[in-house]
């Protein structure tokens, strides 16, 4: 494993952080106040756009991140969550946020300039010459050339960066997803996931308000995601779309490295993102967290340590997402069954699935017969 120790000292380092999304401005926030001198470079003209994430947040958000002010991104709160297969339908006390990810990603972004980190729009990164890197003002077309003491790719799921430094893993993969803005009637107050090959090849369909008569509706699949969003839209000829959306979402990959010289990745870049969810914006703010802990501390060798229990978290969704796959449509109707206990809905309030250890045990001791699931993990 290649997670050998840049060479850092205690004074401040030029870092270059390649990706505006809401984990490289958090990344280039933290290092700028730790006194760096942080460029921040972004391919496109603004922060935030296009917009390519429903962005869901767990309640586990204002654990995590207390200090956040999240009415500056907030659209709607849930109280619940509708979980339908082809048979049945259930619904679960669920606290959960909706942000603008345009405001999101900008909130971020204004943390990282106020905290004294330089702002490049419209430059995207090229290449990597000895240990030079090679960046386009795609303003004038020239090429740049820097030489930081720190790189950081968080330029997404396909990062560029990552593979310029040898640091992309071969073995990972993406669901591609499709999402659009739909205008109809909706609950306001819980968000609806639909289950089951019936309606999604190998992952799940969303329906998420943003209000009573808008909601973000979308899918994610390793094949033929539009195909099968199409033909879900079909089911709701009342909803009209206004605006769509498509992307690449990374299937967590437990070999990934994070580090190889001076290079690290995190967020998507690092496939930090729960299998069971494709959520990526909690682990992705917990991993710049250690990563840039471990820079101040002058131990970047540490970053892979100090992510262990996250990368457990992860491998753990990636489980729990195997045995998913696996299901049909008398696995989901046994599943809904039981989740629908009160004893069950009453751990699903306590805890959260950003961190699924405590919960499962929880509903494991509550009801065993969870366990007849992992008869799908031996197929396997």
Known sequence: MSNQSA??????????????????CYTAYLLAKQGHNVHLFEEHKEIGKPLQCTGLLTADFDKYFPYLDKSQFLINNF???????????????????????????????????????KIHLNHSFLR????????????TSQEIKIQPDITIAADGPLSKTAKAHHIFH???????????????????????????????????VWVVPESKTSARVGLCSKHNSKNQFDKFMKRHPEWQITEIQAGVIPIYFHGQILQKNNCFVVGDAAGQVKATTLGGLIPGLRAAEHLTTSIKENQT????????????????????RKIMDSFNDKDWNTLLKLTNQPRIQKSLRKYSRDNPIPLIISILLKEPRFLLFTKHLIKQ
């Open 79 to 117: 109280t619940a969550v509708n979980v339908k297969t082809k048979n049945q339908s259930i619904t679960i006390p669920q606290n959960e946020y909706l942000v603008c990810r345009t405001k999101f990603d900008q909130y971020f972004g204004q943390l990282a300039k106020e905290a004294g980190t």
């Open 170 to 204: 071969h073995q990972r993969a993406n669901y591609y997803g499709v999402q659009a803005i739909v205008k109809g009637q909706f609950n306001k107050d819980q968000f609806i996931v639909y289950f089951g090959k019936d309606f999604c090849r190998d992952f799940f």
């Open 7 to 24: 060479n850092i000292t205690n004074k401040p380092k030029t870092i270059a952080v390649i990706g505006a999304g809401p984990i490289g």
């Open 128 to 139: 990597k010459e000895n240990n030079n890197l090679i960046i386009k003002d795609k303003t």
């Open 301 to 320: 060798n540490r970053y892979y340590q100090k992510t262990r229990k996250l990368r457990i978290e992860l491998l753990l969704h990636k489980k729990i």
